[in-house]
Nanobody, 122 residues
């Protein structure tokens, strides 16, 4: 059974950085596309970033392009989301997700973590 566990969230000030981690277990991580999504209070879940299994293909939402970087260490079964120059509008619960097949920005991923809260104060 696949499990995803996020960590690294917290309360930071605008302009600060955070690195989220996503620990993957239960299957071969390198076989899966990895994605990050977020959901702010009162809003729908939205796409943030995605990576193919070799990280040779990456997608980013326009709102985070140039500030966030998705990466993965397949040997450690762990994915990461480095978030720099954080803004108050980045405040949300962040979820990592995994899917077999093609990389996508749509939320039709097979497996989801429980989420980690990121709060950015102004």
């Amino acid at each position: 059974q696949v499990q995803l566990v996020e960590s690294g969230g917290g309360l930071v000030q605008a302009g600060d950085s955070l690195r989220l981690s996503c620990a993957f277990s239960g299957r071969t991580f390198s076989s899966y596309v990895m994605g990050w999504f977020r959901q702010a209070p009162g809003k729908e879940r939205e796409f943030v970033a995605a990576s193919s299994w070799r990280t040779d293909i990456t997608y980013y939402a326009d709102s985070v392009k140039g500030r966030f970087t998705i990466s993965r260490d397949n040997a450690k079964n762990t994915g990461y989301l480095q978030m720099n120059s954080l803004k108050p509008e980045d405040t949300a619960v962040y979820y990592c997700a995994a899917r077999g097949g093609m990389i996508t920005t749509r939320p039709n991923y097979d497996y989801w973590g429980q989420g980690t809260q990121v709060t950015v104060s102004s």
